[in-house]
């Protein structure tokens, strides 16, 4: 992806699979790599699997801007069954991209660029579950990077110095594959 300007990122969850730490690790990947970024949590009275949202800024400038995020040029959606209780799509700018946590090709229609990746897949193969739920935020990063032409490697550090141990090495490995196997059509 292009950086001329700020690239304005919205993330989609359920509360509980984290969505802020996904924002958190893919602007800390960005810093490493010498681009500006703005992770911006938005906190409200959401429980575990209510719908909750998180932003994040990139920039090869300094961002000044620190509202919400209305119009999109990224929407990322770590469970697809949200765009049944939620418009993700929402504001999207024309042209812009949805990146979806899917096992294939999700039906968007609207003429934008559609990536997806089978986040739960990959966490299931790497027994990454909490609670009995796939925790599919790193793989997201992982793709997200691949689209935003990041080095996976920045991602992977990041993710270490976040969670540490075994853990941490299994959520880095995840990132790498979701990298690698991200598929986007337009």
């Not at 992770?39 to 000044?64: D, H």
């Not at 999109?72 to 990146?99: C, M, R």
């Not at 790193?138 to 270490?160: D, F, N, Q, T």
Request: glycine share 10%.
């Amino acid at each position: 992806m292009v950086f001329d300007d700020v690239v304005e990122i919205r993330f989609h969850g359920r509360g509980g699979q984290g969505v802020v730490t996904a924002a958190n690790v893919l602007v800390d990947a960005l810093l490493k790599v010498g681009l500006y970024g703005q992770a911006i949590p938005f906190f409200g009275a959401e429980r575990r699997g209510a719908p909750v949202v998180a932003y994040a800024r990139v920039s090869k400038k300094p961002i000044r801007t620190r509202s919400s995020i209305r119009r999109p040029n990224i929407v990322v959606v770590l469970d697809a069954k949200l765009s049944e209780l939620v418009n993700v799509l929402e504001g999207l700018k024309p042209g812009g991209t949805i990146l979806i946590n899917s096992p294939g090709k999700p039906d968007i229609k609207g003429g934008f660029k559609v990536c997806y990746v089978d986040a739960v897949g990959i966490a299931l193969r790497h027994n990454l579950v909490l609670s009995g739920w796939a925790l599919v935020n790193m793989p997201i990063v992982g793709a997200l990077a691949k689209i935003l032409g990041v080095p996976v490697e920045a991602v992977e550090e990041s993710i270490r110095e976040r969670i540490e141990g075994r853990v941490g090495e299994l959520n880095a490995v995840a990132a790498r594959e979701a990298f690698n196997e991200v598929v986007c059509v337009e």
